[in-house]
């Protein structure tokens, strides 16, 4: 068997074996096989597709390209989850504390940003301190001490991903379907966990636009990784606003903090639905579990136990005074009616030329800069009132990026499905 | 413009702009477009095809990737003939003499074999010193001497073919139009030729199996080879047993000395159908005048100057008896009847693995090898006929390649189209 073989198959429309997959993750990983030969195959791939069963096998030989943590001897059950990613999206930074106060043990792998969607890697990197450099060893101590522990991509797990991830990005074959499937699910399964939560982004401030697109990506995640042995919840939330009232480093764990100290709103209820999806995939509870627990202050505690693990400042859970803008410039509303739309697009590129989101890998990140949102799409505003904040380093212009109308606007749910 | 709008649009099924090729071809050859973008934009264009306008555009940038020739000065016409290959295809050791002979200037770049496909180059090497190594400057003084030149590839023509064709061989791409034809004509324009004549072979000893397949590569070839500014004739020839009787270096070029001076057959039928087409393109006779300058002896005579223009050893128009192999194995007929098949493919894979044909582009070829045909489709045989004899460095097994069969058997024609 070759790699030329296997090219050739997929080019002609043929579905690769599990062999062939596997020679692709080792090559991919191991460098025995040529970047030239991978991307031909990618182009292949993403032009005649592959079925649920090659996905599966696809992201299993990634899963296994590299190491894989071993969880045993943690209590289970062993969960983590994963966003699409869009504007605003600090999920996480509520939801792993509150899983971990209802008894489960989380173990993650984030990233950092790229274009509009930012990550969770750059938002904990804004809280002086924080380690997001954990071995897997110290992963599983901290995991084992506290119920949980995040950390930055290792090379270690799942090297092939990352290698045919820098490839399709430079090669227009990003956007295909197994190939995202695959991607996804591989680094879940190389970072030990059993049940994975995802939580599916759609609408204008993300990569699914319209529903027909993310339930395409939900059924696949649960079912390729139902074929790859995870157990596994997905649910599509919506992104056609930025989640919540913020979107920059800084900005997003600020509100985060007050999520977990009993802020209402979209971002509670979304965690919350996403945290009884975990605890009825695991069987430890439901979304009334989950929701007392927040409302408790359980997940406080988690979290500040969770911060003080990896090194970071606690004094952050008692003041928003710190990582501030030296500029703050309020937009107020230019007529009275109801919020028609806040342009997740718009906002997303504001934060990056503000300097709080990469358009490039290589770029270094202002943390205390970004947009924060006094309104959501439906509410009535007067004339005057405050719409929004831009967090700046110095002054910029920029074009407005909230609509007005005359007449009552009703927003989408946060969950769509 | 970027490579990955470039790769992206043909993705997508739209066609590339004679910017974007240029962009391609100009990276190909610079080295400043990665072979993971070219080699995914290649898979693209297997997969979603190329139309005319697009590849004459490619072709031309192609032929402008490096330097051209330039032929002024040189008598006109400037004639130029490209074969798609077979097995025992030794036509340009015959036709090129032909047509200096009747007065055309003939400057050509051959190739060596890959696979069951010999070439004109690994032929000539058989010659003991046999120059195939001339610059342009020095092609440019013998055509202006004899009327006639050839040479190996050189690295300064077309150099983004050769940087893309070597892609197209290790990423399953080889087998696509509008690449065969842009790689075919790049070369033949950055030569420097006005008109050019192609034997499109067709049968199973080569890559066009079927007759439909070869038409569509000979309309190719001339309606974009035209839209390139050639004067292009093209015939379509039978591949479906080994050209005339011999397959292997110095085998073959012994059979087409043979040939220039008078041994009528099939490649004498070829060569002088080809000469025809070509002083025909040029308004410079016919193929009656082609017929009468190699039945004449003249393109001996040219042959003899060019191959000592070249310094190759003369004496070996004088006797057969030089490159000789020290096994020769006589395979007689089992049975009486009717030549009914010569299998092409493994007549080729047997000169391979005698050691005249290459595997691999490293391997190193013995001159001295082959196998020589005593017979043809349709010839009536006895029982202990000598069918063929094999020529090796050693004893060696194969398999039959010649079926006998009881009735009459009615070959196909040289010329099918």
């Known amino acids: 068997m070759s790699i030329l073989e296997a090219i050739s198959a997929k080019r002609d429309g043929r579905a690769n074996t599990d062999a062939q997959l596997c020679l692709i993750a080792d090559g991919a990983s191991d460098g025995s096989i040529p970047d030239y030969q991978l991307s031909a195959w990618l182009m292949a791939v993403f032009l005649n597709g592959m079925d649920d069963r090659e996905t599966a096998d696809l992201t299993m030989a990634m899963a296994e390209s590299g190491e894989r943590m071993a969880l045993d001897g943690l209590p289970k059950p062993w969960v983590d989850k994963h966003s699409t990613g869009g504007v605003g999206d600090k999920t996480t930074l509520v939801l ?26 750059d938002k904990l990197e804004s809280v002086p301190g924080f380690r997001i450099d954990l071995s897997p060893e110290e992963m599983k101590e901290q995991a084992r001490e506290i119920g949980l522990a995040l950390t930055g991509q290792t090379p270690r797990l799942a090297p092939a991903d990352k290698v045919l991830y820098g490839l399709r990005d430079v090669t227009g074959t990003v956007a295909c379907l197994p190939l995202i499937i695959s991607s996804i699910l591989s680094k879940k399964i190389a970072g030990g966990a059993e049940h994975v939560v995802f939580d599916v982004k759609c609408g204008s401030g ?7 697109e993310a339930e395409e990506l939900r059924t696949g995640l649960v079912e390729v990784g139902q074929k790859a042995g995870l157990k596994v919840r997905a649910a599509i939330t919506d992104m056609d606003q930025p989640l919540g009232h913020t979107a920059g480093n800084a900005l997003e764990v600020k509100e985060a903090i007050r999520v977990l100290k009993g802020e209402p709103g979209r971002v509670h209820d979304l965690v919350v639905h996403l945290a009884g999806l975990a605890l009825e995939s695991c069987g430890a509870g439901d979304k009334a579990d989950a929701a007392s627990a927040l409302d408790s202050g359980l997940a406080l505690a988690k979290a500040r136990a969770w911060f003080k693990a990896q090194g970071g400042d606690t004094t952050v859970f008692d ?15 230019p007529a009275a009616g109801y919020v028609s739309k806040i342009d997740s697009q718009a906002v997303g590129k504001l934060v990056i030329r503000l300097g709080g989101g990469r358009k490039q890998k290589s770029d270094v990140l202002d943390p205390t800069v970004g947009v924060e949102l006094h309104v959501e799409i439906g509410d009535k505003v007067e004339v005057g009132q405050p719409l929004a904040a831009i967090h700046s380093s110095s002054k910029i212009e920029f074009e407005p990026f909230i609509q007005i109308a005359e007449s ?6 946060i969950i769509l499905a």
């Open 96 to 121: 792993l504390p509150l899983l971990a106060a209802c008894g489960l043990t989380v173990i993650k792998m984030s990233g950092r940003g790229l274009g509009i969607t930012g990550g969770t890697i």
């Open 206 to 212: 993300c990569f699914m636009k319209t529903l027909p």
């Open 319 to 333: 003041s928003e005074d710190w990582q501030t803008a030296p500029c703050i410039r309020i937009i107020e509303s």
């Open 408 to 413: 009552p606007v009703e927003p989408a749910p």
